[in-house]
């Protein structure tokens, strides 16, 4: 066992970040059973399931997530489900959501399908040889507020708010990008990666299907590279940001730094904790400016409310309040983005 798993195994709480393209027939029907085995088994968290497949990160009592996670390996095409364990000292999620979407993982790409085209996966162990090669252009199809936090040395950030951003800023970009020969006058090689791995699914997907041959992604995401590779060896700078009550995490899987902003959803350094702008469940450096005084006073009402329920040992109604940024980037993927991508 190594340290990682060690510390899955310490941990009080086991989070489950997971991921399936597949094709259910009838994806509604499959909801109510396995919303109920999560309820009864003390899980929290988001699945997300689509006639494309399942995504999603859940978290409860380890007894509970190996049924759960049982429940979904024998689904339609499901036996083989890319699963990343990791651990918390407290539950990461208010409640348990199973919900039905179009897509597991919006890209807005109707004929996109990573089940008939998809890039070549590369193991971690792999990845460092291959973003090394000066032949290798690398880019990072997660989210700007993601990116900020940490990637990899020498990556390219696309700046995109969505991940239905990333095919118009790649066609804008492509010229520029696959300008760049490597041996032999050959166009570069494209190495793409992102939390959990579901994300790369359908990007490289997207750029086969525009015609870029050399097309390699990190098998299971950066949450599998600071899994398995030790740090000494790692070329990842930062923490990774998770669709969770941690908001980060680092090698090992360990629980990161930063600190949530409950007005914007984004991730907020010790720095931004410092700033006179960042007030705790109210506002941070980044949306001040973004929100009006009446908003603040709301916020800062709610934060009160939630505290006082805390206190009294019960969750806030207002603590399971989803706000339209978090719905808008949880709903793409877990990797649940979420990047369960």
């Known amino acids: 066992m190594n340290d990682s798993a060690e510390a899955v195994g310490r941990a009080p709480v086991c989070v489950a970040a997971l991921y399936q393209f597949t094709r259910f027939a009838d994806h509604a029907a499959l909801r109510e059973p396995l919303l109920r085995l999560c309820e009864e088994q003390g899980i929290k968290g988001t699945l997300l399931l689509a006639a494309e497949g399942i995504n999603g990160t859940i978290a409860g009592p380890h007894d509970?997530?190996?049924?759960?996670?049982?429940?979904?390996?024998?689904?339609?095409?499901?036996?083989?489900?890319?699963?990343?364990?990791?651990?918390?000292q407290d539950m990461p999620f208010h409640r348990m959501k199973v919900r039905l979407k179009r897509e597991i993982v919006t890209m807005g790409q109707p004929d996109i399908d990573p089940l008939a085209i998809v890039g070549t996966y590369v193991e971690p162990?792999?990845?460092?040889?291959?973003?090394?090669?000066?032949?290798?252009?690398?880019?990072?199809?997660?989210?700007?507020?993601?990116?900020?936090?940490?990637?990899?040395?020498?990556?390219?950030?696309p700046q995109t708010a969505t991940f239905?951003?990333?095919?118009?800023?790649?066609?804008?970009?492509?010229?520029?990008?696959m300008a760049a020969t490597g041996a032999g006058g050959k166009p570069p090689k494209v190495a793409m990666f992102c939390t959990g791995g579901i994300r790369c699914e359908k990007s490289t997907?997207?750029?086969?299907?525009?015609?870029?041959?050399?097309?390699?992604?990190?098998?299971?995401?950066?949450?599998?590279?600071?899994?398995?590779?030790?740090?000494?060896?790692?070329?990842?700078?930062?923490?990774?940001f998770v669709f969770d009550?941690?908001?980060?995490?680092?090698?090992?899987?360990?629980q990161g730094s930063h600190a949530l902003c409950h007005a914007?959803?984004?991730?907020?350094?010790?720095?931004?904790?410092?700033?006179?702008?960042f007030e705790e469940g109210v506002s941070c450096p980044a949306c001040h400016h973004e929100r009006s005084d009446e908003q603040r006073a709301s916020y800062r009402e709610r934060h009160r409310q939630e505290a006082l329920a805390a206190e009294r040992?019960?969750?806030?109604?207002?603590?399971?309040?989803q706000d339209p940024r978090a719905d808008a980037t949880r709903a793409g993927e877990s990797e649940t983005e979420r990047d369960a991508g």
């Open 64 to 88: 509970g997530i190996a049924r759960v996670l049982d429940h979904v390996r024998a689904l339609p095409g499901c036996e083989g489900v890319d699963v990343k364990l990791s651990g918390a």
């Open 125 to 157: 162990q792999d990845w460092n040889a291959l973003i090394a090669d000066p032949d290798t252009i690398v880019i990072d199809t997660r989210n700007d507020y993601e990116v900020a936090v940490g990637t990899f040395q020498g990556a390219i950030d």
């Open 164 to 177: 239905r951003d990333f095919p118009e800023w790649f066609r804008a970009e492509r010229e520029k990008l």
């Open 205 to 240: 997907a997207f750029l086969k299907q525009e015609g870029v041959e050399d097309v390699f992604h990190l098998k299971g995401g950066i949450l599998k590279y600071l899994e398995t590779v030790p740090e000494a060896e790692s070329l990842w700078q930062g923490e990774c």
């Open 245 to 254: 009550q941690r908001v980060t995490i680092g090698h090992g899987l360990v």
């Open 264 to 277: 914007c959803r984004r991730p907020v350094n010790a720095a931004d904790q410092a700033s006179p702008l």
């Open 313 to 321: 040992g019960e969750l806030h109604v207002g603590a399971m309040r």
